[in-house]
């Protein structure tokens, strides 16, 4: 599934640094160039805003025109002006069309204007058209003109006009009227056919009216967007899910209302996929031998879910409407491979055969990116809304949601391969999806799982000497989306590579740690949790002071989050994210050295807040110490106003981290 207009920004990005930078000028314009036209001038002459001048780059003007036939074709122009601030910022000016097969590039030009007026236009050497390529698990036929300017040094002025016809296909368009550096001044215009209609949602911006211009264009301009710069910010949600945009529509995506809008968004992606989903004979038959002896729902879809996840790989295709339509089911169940609308497709068809409808769900990969109150196809991703029969309530099938009438869904994407169905990743937790459903298509709130989905479990029994070294044996546990990213990372390594890992982690928090035996138990079914095993010894645990011995009784683990600037007290704008709830929880048993007792622990710790719980406590008996930690995680983003809360936990989490027992030699 392809974002609209959503790589282009990150392929510029990329390519910046691959075509280097122009630090030499190129000759001036010669008698066959032409001058830079009068648009480009005049925005360069445009001066940089005072709050814009410790930016890297700052774009200048930068202006749509999009005229729509009769048939509800468009065609796009683009001007745009960026002066470069520094010589960081050059990579902004590497402007990049991106246009496929059925979105016909008509040109793309573009000059630079050096401090004192001098023009360079980029020549054919300048432009580079590249592939969507870099991905051996994905085949698209989408290009990328990208620019290299000439003469882009600070004080510079590049300006970059294109036009090209949009995807027949499609009749919207993603504006984008925030970026990482700071907008003086952006414009669309809408030209629509006699009789033609449009409609706007609005992301993260305050809705404008459009002005009509003295030829019938309708126009909105908005001035002096700041920029969204997250770099050095942590735990923020991405980028994408903060900039402000619009999507215009017109034709027949143009309805009145969020929610008719969401729903026709529903509706044509069921009339893209209409019968693609039909169940051939080979799919019934194959679904009948799943499903055969089957004791329940969950054990029925659990079998054919799991069937998608592991023969049917994943491969992204990406050509012209295929972007957005899925192959028919008998081709992918043949041809056993697919991305994420044929996988969908495929576990849909399959679902059918043996009476189990599901839908469709349009969602992106990204928690955060689709915004329910503005209605678009902003979104990179499609999973699947399987119907529950009324009453199913097996606890096992957490991922749930309601439709506004009140049918109960399960949330399942068939293209992650280590999350088994019942369960969702946490970047899909607390997202957003539009369920194509004809007319019962709408947008959907997308479960967030109880802590109980998640976690890990360590558990670890030891022995202190009285030199102070440490030997024992120690059990991780990893369940949902902890077993998940465990299970990833062991497919996508080899062995050695992994306990080479680990040895790193734990070396950095037990310096002087051996590993005297590691071993990964992973159990087959998904729902099943992932151990780790192993046997340690650590020299100088123990610190000496005297006749005493100063132990840290949280022997591994820490549940710590690095947020600089935030521990500081300074201001926070952007929510606090989470990557999934969950519960985390340690047992340590230490026994202690013949002939020395607990002079001096720590007090328990308690604190609740409103998103999260944590609790420790250290406790000695019979010559064991036994240290007890338990954190919940309840949410998966809190608001920027909840920061308090969270340095309060923060720092009870670090002072416990830090406590020390302090033994006594009788």
């Not at 459009?210 to 001035?223: F, N, Q, S, V, Y």
């Not at 049918?407 to 999350?419: A, G, H, N, S, Y």
Request: include cysteine.
């Amino acid at each position: 599934m392809k974002r609209q207009r959503g790589r282009a920004a990150a392929i510029a990005a990329q390519w910046a640094v691959v075509l280097g930078v122009c630090t030499m000028f190129p000759p001036a314009l010669s008698a066959r160039q032409k001058p830079a036209p009068d648009w480009a001038v005049a925005a360069a002459a445009i001066p940089t805003p005072a709050e814009a001048k410790d930016a890297r780059a700052v774009l200048l003007s930068d202006s749509y025109l999009i005229t729509v036939d009769s048939q509800n074709h468009a065609v796009e122009r683009e001007r745009w002006a960026v002066r470069v601030l520094t010589p960081e910022g050059r990579g902004r000016a590497h402007c990049m069309v991106e246009y496929d097969p059925d979105g016909k590039l008509n040109y793309f030009h573009s000059w630079t204007i050096v401090a004192g007026g001098h023009q360079f236009q980029a020549q054919d050497t300048d432009f580079r058209d590249l592939g969507d390529g870099g991905d051996v698990d994905m085949q698209s036929n989408e290009r990328f003109r990208v620019l290299n300017p000439p003469a882009d040094d600070p004080g510079s002025v590049v300006a970059c006009e294109s036009e090209r016809q949009l995807d027949p296909y499609l009749s919207s368009e993603e504006w984008q009227i925030q970026l990482p550096i700071p907008v003086v001044d952006e414009s669309l215009e809408l030209v629509l056919p006699p009789g033609g209609h449009f409609a706007v949602s609005w992301s993260r911006y305050a809705p404008i009216k459009p002005e009509e211009t003295p030829d019938g264009h309708l126009r909105w301009e908005i001035k002096n967007m700041p920029a969204l710069d997250l770099e050095n910010l942590h735990a923020t949600p991405v980028w994408n899910a903060l900039a402000a945009r619009a999507s215009i529509k017109w034709g027949d995506s143009a309805v009145n209302g969020i929610a008719d809008q969401w729903r026709q968004i529903g509706q044509w992606m069921d009339g893209l996929e209409a019968h693609r989903a039909d169940p051939t004979p080979a799919i019934i038959a194959k679904a009948e031998a799943l499903v055969a002896g089957a004791p329940d729902f969950y054990t029925k879809i659990s079998r054919i879910t799991s069937y998608i996840q592991n023969n049917i790989r994943y491969f992204i295709v990406i050509k012209g409407i295929g972007g957005f339509q899925a192959h028919y089911a008998g081709d992918i169940f043949r041809n056993g491979y697919g991305d994420c609308k044929d996988k969908t497709t495929l576990l849909i068809s399959t679902l059918q055969a043996v009476g189990i409808r599901a839908h469709y769900l349009l969602v992106d990969s990204e928690r955060g990116v689709i915004d329910p109150q503005a209605p678009s196809i902003y979104a990179n991703h499609m999973i699947t809304a399987i119907e529950l029969p009324p009453g199913e309530a097996d606890p096992r099938l957490m991922a749930r949601v309601k439709t506004a009438a009140g049918r109960d869904l399960l949330i399942f994407d068939p293209t992650d391969e280590e999350t088994p169905v019942g369960l969702i990743r946490g970047e899909l937790q607390g997202a957003y999806g539009d369920l194509a459903d004809g007319a019962q298509s709408q947008v959907l709130e997308l479960p967030v799982l109880a802590p109980q989905s998640a976690g890990l479990i360590r558990k670890g029994s030891f022995v202190l000497a009285p030199d102070g070294s440490l030997t024992g044996e120690m059990t991780y546990t990893f369940t949902g989306c902890e077993a998940a990213g465990q299970r990833g990372d062991l497919k996508q390594q080899d062995a050695k590579d992994v306990r080479q890992s680990w040895e790193k982690e734990l070396g950095s928090a037990l310096p002087g740690l051996t590993l005297d035996a590691f071993e990964f138990d992973r159990a087959p079914a998904l729902d099943k949790p992932v151990d780790l095993n192993l046997r340690l010894s650590v020299a100088n645990y123990a610190r000496s002071a005297g006749s005493l011995l100063l132990i840290r009784p949280r022997v591994l683990g820490s549940d710590l989050r690095d947020l600089p600037g935030l521990e500081d007290g300074k201001a926070r704008i952007y929510p606090i994210e989470f990557s999934h709830p969950g519960v985390w929880t340690d047992s340590f048993d230490i026994k202690l050295p013949p002939g020395y007792t607990v002079d001096e622990a720590p007090d328990p710790v308690s604190v609740d807040v409103s998103f999260a719980s944590y609790r420790s406590s250290a406790t000695a008996k019979d010559g064991v110490l036994h240290y007890q930690r338990e954190y919940i995680v309840r949410n998966v983003e809190i608001p920027a106003a909840g920061a308090a809360e969270f340095r309060k936990l923060e720092g009870t989490i670090l002072g416990d981290q830090r406590a020390m027992v302090v033994l006594k030699k009788q």
